[in-house]
């Protein structure tokens, strides 16, 4: 899977967990998610993760979200977590 994120004019690229683009914003997201770790990246209507945050391009997204405001995003659909209680279904 691939996607490209931009905020305030600068982009950078998720692509299997790794990230690309523009240096300082690949920074900022790399240690939010590292200082993160262990805290729920997430919102009630769409599942989230606590753990591993480089790995789920929704983490990202929402760890860009709060931070920037306004996040464009093109490629790939970005996949929802799955629910353990409902037997690995895809929301």
Excluded at 1 to 7: D, E, L, N, Q, S
Excluded at 23 to 50: A, F, Q
């Amino acid at each position: 899977m691939k996607f490209k994120f931009t905020v305030s004019g600068d982009s950078l690229v998720w692509e299997d967990g790794k990230l690309s683009g523009d240096k300082l914003l690949v920074d900022i997201v790399r240690n939010s998610s590292k200082i993160n770790e262990g805290v729920w990246i997430g919102e009630s209507y769409l599942g989230g993760t606590d753990h591993d945050h480089l790995k789920s391009p929704l983490s990202i997204y929402l760890i860009l979200e709060r931070m920037f405001g306004e996040v464009r995003h093109e490629g790939d659909k970005i996949p929802l977590p799955k629910s353990s209680e409902e037997n690995n279904v895809v929301y």
